[in-house]
């Protein structure tokens, strides 16, 4: 759907593996724009077409990149769209540089209300002392490392597959992990036990 065009609720959301409702929001022209107000935009969006009473999620995951330099990863939380953040970083320099950054946003916009920080989720890459360097991002920002999820070729294999981990390879030590970090997330979000 391009900007200026009507579009109903049915063409930006998909309902995926085990009633899973996704919806990419896009984002503006490399160059022009801001990816900050595209994800306003399409959480207003979203609100307008009746998406959250028609879908009735348990859960809203916003999975915004957080090298958006304008703030963009910021606007769900500073919108009143988030409660907690939980920040993805590997043992890269690039991403724990990135994670930091998250969190330091995160941490300036605490005495406000806004989202607080729930925890950083190390996906590995397999680099030196990978544990050690996210165990001490988290400990600057008086924080824990809620789940490690180990490099896995069953992601792009499900990829390829045009599915989810969870939906192709649902017995895997992968699938596992994460369903111990769904129950890890929903736990800190006071949820109890949810599969």
């Known amino acids: 759907v391009r900007k200026g ?5 049915e063409d ?3 309902v995926g593996y085990n009633g899973v409702v996704c919806v990419e929001a896009g984002g503006p022209v490399p160059g022009f724009g801001c990816a900050g107000r595209g994800i ?12 959250y009473e028609k879908y009735q999620p348990d859960v809203v995951i916003y999975d915004v990149l ?11 939380m500073r919108k009143g769209y988030a409660d907690k953040v939980f920040i993805i970083t590997s043992g890269e320099s690039m991403s724990v540089y990135a994670a ?24 590995k890459r397999n680099v030196k002392n990978e544990e050690g360097k996210a165990a ?6 008086h924080s824990s490392v809620i789940a490690e999820i180990d490099r896995s070729d069953l992601v792009s294999e499900a990829e390829d597959m045009r599915k989810t981990v969870m939906e192709a390879f649902p ?3 992968a699938a596992e992990q ?12 006071g949820m109890g036990e949810e599969k």
């Not at 306003?40 to 998406?51: C, H, P, T, Y």
């Not at 957080?66 to 769900?76: R, T, Y």
């Not at 930091?100 to 996906?123: D, H, T, W």
């Not at 001490?136 to 920002?141: G, I, N, R, S, Y």
């Open 5 to 9: 065009e009507s579009f109903d609720l």
């Open 12 to 14: 930006m959301a998909r």
């Open 40 to 51: 306003i935009a399409a959480l207003e969006e979203l609100e307008k077409k009746g998406a």
């Open 66 to 76: 957080g090298d958006v330099v304008c703030g963009g990863f910021s606007m769900p």
């Open 100 to 123: 930091a950054n998250i969190a330091m946003a995160v941490e300036n916009f605490k005495s406000r209300g806004y989202a607080s920080l729930g925890g950083f989720i190390l996906n």
């Open 136 to 141: 001490e991002l988290a400990a600057d920002f």
């Open 171 to 173: 017995d895997s030590t």
């Open 178 to 189: 994460y369903r111990a970090l769904a129950d890890k997330i929903a736990e800190l979000c």
